[in-house]
């Protein structure tokens, strides 16, 4: 593989009248996270899908594992691997069973398929769920065996839409430790996800789409410094935040809001100065479309 495991330059995707992309640049190194913030509707699904094949762009170059989309298909495919999609869970099989038969619709031998899917058990902690019917699984068991069900022939760059909506903490963190540990492994990970904190702890870099643009691409530290300075937050008597107010991050700056808020704020508000957040991150590219950044 090159270098660069996801390259797209100037892609473009409508459904009808609707511009969903809008010319999206985008360049991911190969073994990196790659996580891509947006809100509801901002088109991330759409740009995995073309990444994965399963949708044809309008416009623009967009190369995976080297190959390109539209006119090498099938090494795109032999490249990626896509949760949820390719990867058909039966709900009245065991996971075991899933596994050992996806492996032999994949290509491997009876032997192969059971030694991977050992393999595949322990790594996401399925030993002993492996003999029970998959409809009896709760929401985690069934996302780490979509995940495994995903890994049985191992590619190189891994599209994950949202891999931990709808699940707890608990199995939200098991999942985000696979996920780092896919990565220490050599593989590219892309995924889509509306959890800050998760593009925070997951990803290297982190791009965020806005308006059928990428509005911002950076590391997750890049992009708070780039929100600004040390952040102001009011909070009233049962500690809640009321209000909060960007800051440069200087001495002169801090002194002189706190200066002005105390002559309008109800006495004994109280104050927490804190760095900017993804959640920052996340406003100030999101509800000003024209803010922009590329690192
Ligand atoms: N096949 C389709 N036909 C018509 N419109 C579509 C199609 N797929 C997506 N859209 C529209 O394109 C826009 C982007 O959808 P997409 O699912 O890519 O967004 P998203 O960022 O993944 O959103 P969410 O976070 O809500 O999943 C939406 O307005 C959606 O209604």
């Given at each position: ?5 996801i ?5 473009r995707k409508n ?26 509707g ?6 995995i899908?073309?990444?994965?094949t399963?949708?044809t762009?309008?416009e623009?170059?967009?190369r995976?594992g080297g190959?390109?989309?539209?006119t090498?298909q ?12 390719f990867?058909?869970v039966?709900?009245?099989l ?14 491997l031998t009876?032997?192969e398929?059971?030694?991977r899917?050992?393999?595949l ?7 002993d769920?492996?003999k ?8 985690g068991?069934?996302?780490?065996l979509?995940l495994?069900?995903?890994l ?7 599209f994950l839409?949202?891999?931990?909506t709808?699940l707890?903490t608990?199995?939200?963190r098991a999942l985000w430790?696979i996920?780092k540990?896919?990565?220490?492994n ?5 995924l ?5 904190e998760?593009?925070?702890?997951l ?8 308006g059928g ?5 950076g590391s ?8 600004g300075g ?6 009233n008597?049962?500690d809640?935040?009321i209000h909060?107010i960007?800051?440069?991050?200087s001495?002169?700056?801090?002194s002189r ?9 109800p006495?004994?508000t109280?104050v ?7 959640d920052?991150v996340?406003?100030?590219f999101?509800s ?8």
């Open positions: 593989m090159n270098q660069m495991a390259e797209v330059s100037n892609l459904f009808g009248k609707q511009i969903v992309l809008n010319g999206i640049n985008l360049s991911v190194p190969a073994g990196t996270v790659f996580a891509l913030l947006g809100p509801n901002a088109g991330k699904t759409t740009l899908h073309i990444l994965s399963l949708i762009p309008d623009g170059k967009v995976v190959y390109d989309v539209l090498q099938d090494q795109v495919k032999q490249t990626i691997s896509l949760t949820g999609q990867a058909a039966d709900e009245v065991s996971a075991e069973e899933n596994l050992i038969m996806i492996g032999r619709l994949s290509g009876t032997a398929s059971r030694q899917t050992v393999e058990l322990k790594a996401f902690d399925l030993v769920a492996a029970k019917k998959v409809k009896t699984y709760s929401g068991m069934r996302r780490r979509d495994a069900i995903s049985v022939v191992s590619r190189p760059v891994i839409d949202e891999p931990t709808g707890d608990i199995s939200r430790e996920i540990q896919l990565a220490k050599g593989m590219t990970v892309f889509t996800t509306q959890y800050l998760e593009a925070d702890q990803a290297d870099r982190i791009g965020v789409i806005n643009r990428i509005v911002a691409v997750s530290e890049e992009l708070k410094s780039h929100v040390e952040v102001i937050e009011l909070l008597a049962d809640e935040v909060t960007p800051t440069s991050g001495i002169e700056d801090i809001t706190l200066n002005e808020l105390v002559r309008s704020v006495v004994g109280r927490n100065i804190r760095r900017p957040s993804m920052d996340f406003v100030a999101t000003n479309a024209k803010e922009t950044m590329h690192a």
